[in-house]
């Protein structure tokens, strides 16, 4: 599934050892299956139950854990057996999971942002969860500083998934740029028949600009991680924030092209970036 559905993350986690490695991508397993069902095409209400059976199935995988149910509770589902034996081997917060199955709930529900600190609080759900759940995997120094930086982190990334996913989104019905910094630039995201935006597109630059900005503040805080982290869990972590700051610079540079198609990195440079993290160099 890691492989197929989430090449930047498998560009980052290919540097750490095998039973991390498996361990990672256990988490993203369940999480990816959360996420899906936040935006699937079923009717709200069906989501809703689809993410409710969710948390029912993390709940078995504690139990299992906690010898409250007998692992025969798990079989025919190798994503809730592959995260339970890596929750057996690390020290993997599961609760988190519960923290992305809210933040998708919101999504299902179709949550309006009205300033920062109400997006923020969403980036932390959907992303800065995933962030605290690795560092079960990674291992670390200082416990609570480690998790504010990997929240940190997460809302760097999520910051640059909502720039590049803005006509996408806007499509699905979904606005996550907050209406305060829509109105600070005049800007209402309004589409077309065609679905191009009718906003002038200098608005809309300077929005993109203003937003990536921001996301760059973010990184610069979340990278102050790598240092508490070994070499290989931090040569993973400067990978994958190698390759997302870089689509966040494409974006920043070509808002007009991001705000028409979807942005990426091309294999060679996710290569380049994972090879320089390996080495240190990309920081």
């Known amino acids: 599934m890691v492989r197929e559905e989430a090449r930047n993350f498998a560009y980052g986690i290919r540097l750490m050892p095998a039973p991390k490695r498996r361990a990672m991508s256990a988490i993203y397993a369940f999480a990816r299956g959360i996420d899906d069902i936040g935006d699937g095409p079923e009717p709200a209400c069906v989501r809703l139950d689809l993410l409710d059976r969710s948390r029912g199935r993390l709940e078995t995988v504690q139990d299992v854990l906690c010898r409250r149910a007998d692992a025969r509770a ?49 980036c ?13 995997v990674f291992g670390y120094d200082g416990r609570q500083r480690a998790e504010g930086l990997a929240d940190s982190l997460g809302v760097a990334f999520q910051l640059t998934n909502i720039l590049r996913d803005v006509r ?8 996550y740029l907050p209406a305060e910094d829509l109105a600070r630039f005049g800007c209402t995201l309004e589409q077309d028949e065609t679905g191009e935006f009718v906003d002038p597109p200098w608005r809309l630059h300077d929005l993109i600009g203003f937003q990536a900005e921001r996301a760059r503040a973010w990184y610069a805080e979340g990278l102050r991680l790598l240092p508490l982290l ?14 997302y700051r870089r689509l966040l610079e ?24 994972a090879a320089r993290a390996l080495t240190g160099v990309e920081r």
Request: glycine content about 10%; charged content about 25%.
């Open 74 to 122: 798990l079989e025919g589902h190798p994503v809730l057996t592959a995260l339970a034996d890596s929750a057996g081997r690390y020290p993997i917060p599961l609760e988190a999971f519960g923290e992305l199955i809210d933040g998708c709930e919101s999504d299902v529900r179709g949550a309006e942002y009205g300033t920062f600190d109400d997006l923020l609080r969403y």
């Open 124 to 136: 932390q759900q959907v992303a800065g969860t995933v962030g605290r759940l690795s560092l079960g």
């Open 168 to 175: 996408e989104d806007r499509l699905a019905g979904r606005i």
């Open 230 to 243: 070994d070499r290989r869990s931090a040569a993973c972590t400067a990978a994958m924030a190698g390759i």
């Open 250 to 273: 494409r974006i920043a540079e070509r808002p007009s092209i991001a705000l028409n198609s979807r942005i990426s990195l091309p294999t060679w440079q996710k290569a380049v970036v």
